[in-house]
């Protein structure tokens, strides 16, 4: 039996169909909940939410793939502080009492990560003191910030051997999820409530979109103007949690120097420069380049990538890295494929591994991105940055 159910309607009981065990009290519950095979927990509006909150609380740390669904009265499921109070201990979901399609949707969505969670549950790695940070970036729009991110998510993820997560930090106009096909429950404001301080893993884990084997997402507001409330310093904190669950945290961007965009740069071992071989292209990666040095980001972390490299514009890779005074890391070639894929909600590289576009990234994985056990201590601790020497960045107070 993988739902156990207490103090549900009558309505509810059939929403929840066949496969659930209605049990009749709180004793019964906690056996359950502790039996192997439980997966999602069910509370009625009749149980307390004192008690929902301490029931998830006690189960979050020994049993963090039993999730448990919240029934409240549709006012109380409104309610912003039933909803803080509810995640922090670790609820999944608060469905409004009386809506058998948010309990149904609530209940796969539960059992999905439930699974996920299980498959590395006992005797799965432990995890590492800290993944690696990736920040895929570049100044101007469509260069294929969401398309490099996506697929590099997919490729470190390769078919669940590694453990990634892709964060959508372009908080007003993010398309990761879009991109993946993803239907979110919870987007990345959700942990504004929390706060920094308060926010912890359980939590934030209940706010991720799993994709597919080994690849999970925390994905932008679906409200553009959400975006502006999720402070920088609680950016710092989510990319902080996430690495220590997560061998490879991917974060995609928007193009502009903001201050979530910054905190993400202090954070991450690797960013990914990206530019197309046009003019305005270049003249952007080459003011990003000069505004990195007067940030004192180390070179060596630097990546360019030229993404659609063989378009043809009459510009060649090294007038290209003379003019920069740069070396270009890796180029993606141009392929109508990728938007098709897009348009599909599926990366390319998981699509198609053979194409010429998939060979390029894992090219670029696999020789740059992907750490080596035992070179994880090579890199350098992340340098202070120098916040008044900055002048171009786009100022969002
Ligand atoms: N290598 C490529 N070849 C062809 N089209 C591409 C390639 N990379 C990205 N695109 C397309 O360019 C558009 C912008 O890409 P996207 O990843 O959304 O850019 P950004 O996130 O930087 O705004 C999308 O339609 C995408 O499918
Ligand atoms: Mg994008």
Redesign the pocket.
Known sequence: MNVVALGVADTSRAALGDGTEHVADLAALRERMTAPGARTVVLGPAVPLELAVRLADEHRVSRPDVGIVLERAPQEAAAAEVLTTALRAGVREVVPAGDPAALQEAVRRSDTLSRALAERAPGGPPPQAAGRVITVFSAK??C????V?TNVGALLAAGGRRRVVVV?L?LA????AI?LQLFPSRTIADAVPLGARDLDFPALEQLLTPHSAGLTTLVAPTDPATGDSVPAALVTRVLELLREHFDYVVV????AFDDQVLAAFDLSDVVVLLATLDIPALKNLKLTLETLEILSYPQERWKVVINRADSKVGLSMAEVEKTLQTRITAQVPSSRDVPASVNRGVPIVLDDPRHAVSAALRDFVERDLVVRSGTTGDVPPPLRRDRRRLGRRRDHS
């Not at 106009?173 to 990761?176: H, L, P």
């Open positions: 729009g469509g294929g910030k969401t398309t991110s959508d372009d106009f993010g398309d990761v991109a995609d961007t928007p193009p």
